[in-house]
């Protein structure tokens, strides 16, 4: 007996087609026999028209779409719940094929739209102040599972056709992460998908070295932010892990030579933590610290959690050590806590790590 295999089910053609670049889609449709551009148009029909069935591709031939309903699917998490804060902030919680679950964060006007992303199911590198870190690394996102994100919010805000900011700040380490993030980031500056321009689109990093000078050769160059939180390694190796392989003065050795746009600089987060690292030294220290670098920096007053030791410093101490950093030449900003109160602010993004809820249950 002979099975007939059908042209293009080979074990390399893409089953997801979230999963796919353009060329990936166009190389798909070369294998199936077709022209390039039917590839093409596929992808504008998943990111540009946000269409995730082949049945309401119309501009696709009725046997091509029959076809393709064999051979591969346009998977998308499901939204397991979405939460409003009073500020008009909205976190979705996502579920993914596997059940496991991920949080994605919609930003309003702040002045631009943002929308705020995970990388990963959780994260390795474990910082102090971070409710993600405690869950430790379940698992790394595909690109297809970090593009999408940006796919729901965008529907889901009514903002697709709109200009938006991406921050890929949400759970996990996008540079520990480094393939697929970069995947989703071509997938979603291309031309003949939601278009969004590399600017509009910071990467927010720890300070993994390698991956860094990697990513100073890409082509799609996001903005850079680094979660410095510290001025020395000792207090940075006790809040930020990663410190005690990759030290401060070898990240701001990187830092110096990042090749930056036009008028670009890099952001430096700083998590202000009472009585830790907001002294006025601190802020002394983190002006020299920057001195020669085209930098901002970011203060983020530590949301404050369950289970996480530290407090927030109160407003006058941020102030001063605003007042220090700006007195010093630096460009500082405060960031407002957004989402407080659902839990959707930075470094509060935390789901269980459990079975996904919606298994069955088990049979009696
Ligand atoms: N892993 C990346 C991406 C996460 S971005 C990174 O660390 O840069 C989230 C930002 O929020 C980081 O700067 C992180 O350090 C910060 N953050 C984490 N926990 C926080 C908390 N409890 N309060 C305020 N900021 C926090």
Redesign the pocket.
């Known amino acids: 007996m002979t099975i007939a295999v059908e042209q293009g089910s080979g074990d390399d053609f893409p089953q997801d087609f979230s999963e796919c670049e353009r060329t990936d889609l166009e190389a798909a449709a070369t294998r199936l026999g077709l022209p390039a551009f039917r590839g093409r148009q596929l992808f504008q029909w998943i990111h540009q028209k946000d269409v995730s069935t082949f049945s309401a591709m119309t501009d696709l031939p009725a046997d091509l779409r029959a076809r393709l309903e064999t051979l591969a699917t346009i998977s998308e998490p499901a939204i397991d719940s979405r939460q409003v804060s009073s500020d008009g902030t909205t976190k979705f919680l996502l579920r993914l094929a596997d059940g496991r679950r991920i949080e994605a964060v919609y930003i309003p006007d702040t002045p631009n739209q943002t929308f705020c992303v995970s990388t990963q199911v959780g ?1 390795a ?1 474990a ?1 102090g ?4 870190g405690k869950m430790g690394l379940v698992r790394h996102l595909t690109a297809g599972e970090i593009a999408v994100q940006v796919r729901v919010l965008a529907r889901e805000t009514g903002l697709r056709t709109s200009a938006f900011n991406i921050v ?3 759970m ?3 540079l520990h992460n480094y393939d697929a993030t970069m995947k989703a980031l071509r997938m979603l500056a291309d031309d003949h998908g939601l278009a969004v321009p590399p600017r509009r689109v910071t990467l ?3 300070g993994l070295i390698p991956a860094l000078k990697r990513l100073a050769g890409e082509a799609v160059m996001p903005n850079l ?3 410095l ?1 510290a001025t020395t390694n000792d207090q940075r190796d006790a809040l930020v892990p990663l410190n005690r392989k990759y030290p401060i003065e070898q990240l701001m050795d990187v830092c110096r030579e990042f090749p930056l746009r036009r008028r670009g600089r890099i952001t430096f ?1 700083y ?1 202000l933590l009472d009585g830790i690292n907001d002294t006025a030294e601190d802020a002394r220290r983190l002006v020299r610290l920057l001195e020669g670098i085209p930098g901002k920096v970011n203060l ?6 369950e289970g ?1 030791p530290f407090r927030r410093p109160s407003d006058d101490r941020v102030n001063a050590f605003a007042k220090i950093l700006a007195d010093g030449g630096v460009t500082v900003s405060v960031r407002k ?1 957004r989402g407080r109160d659902i839990r959707a ?4 993004l935390l789901v269980t790590a459990s079975p996904p809820a919606a298994l069955p249950p088990p049979r009696p």
Do not use: D, K, R, Y
């Not at 983020?300 to 959690?305: F, I, K, R, S, T």
């Open positions: 994260c590198m910082c102040f971070c409710l993600t890929l700040m949400g996990g380490e996008p927010s990093t720890v932010a680094i979660s939180h987060e998590v983020l007053p530590l949301n404050e959690a996480i806590s602010a930075c470094g509060q």
